[in-house]
């Protein structure tokens, strides 16, 4: 069992930035591909990026050139930096692990385990 919990939401101004954390609960983290998605009021749940065990990254259209993924093995956690944030942007915000080592998740059903979410509100 993965345990992901996100932090570092809040409410920015538009053109700002925030960087979201996702810490992980399995000592064996530098082996998952680790994704991002977000949930609109109103809308499905979005794929905003992912980054595989070997550090390859994907992203939305809609963030590319915006957002950066990363992750830090040493402390478990994967990042979500996000800068010229738009109003269209705001969302729960939640990191997704899938159930197993060395997997290449393409859909939200292929993530097995998901945080709580954290917000992120964007004012214009």
């Known amino acids: 069992q993965v345990q992901l919990v996100e932090s570092g939401g809040g409410l920015v101004q538009a053109g700002g930035s925030l960087r979201l954390s996702c810490a992980a609960s399995?000592?064996?983290?530098?082996?998952?591909?680790m994704g991002w998605f977000r949930r609109a009021p109103g809308k499905d749940r979005e794929f905003v990026a992912r980054?595989?065990?070997?550090?390859?990254?994907v992203y939305a259209e809609s963030v590319k050139g915006r957002f950066t993924i990363s992750r830090d093995n040493a402390k478990n956690t994967v990042y979500l930096q996000m800068n010229s944030l738009k109003p269209e942007d705001t969302a729960v915000y939640y990191c997704?692990?899938?159930?197993?080592?060395?997997?290449?998740?393409?859909?939200?059903?292929?993530?097995?385990?998901w945080g709580q979410g954290t917000q992120v509100t964007v004012s214009s």
């Open positions: 399995v000592s064996t983290f530098s082996s998952y591909t």
């Open positions: 997704a692990a899938p159930r197993e080592e060395q997997r290449l998740p393409v859909r939200p059903l292929d993530y097995d385990y």
């Open positions: 980054v595989t065990w070997f550090g390859s990254t």
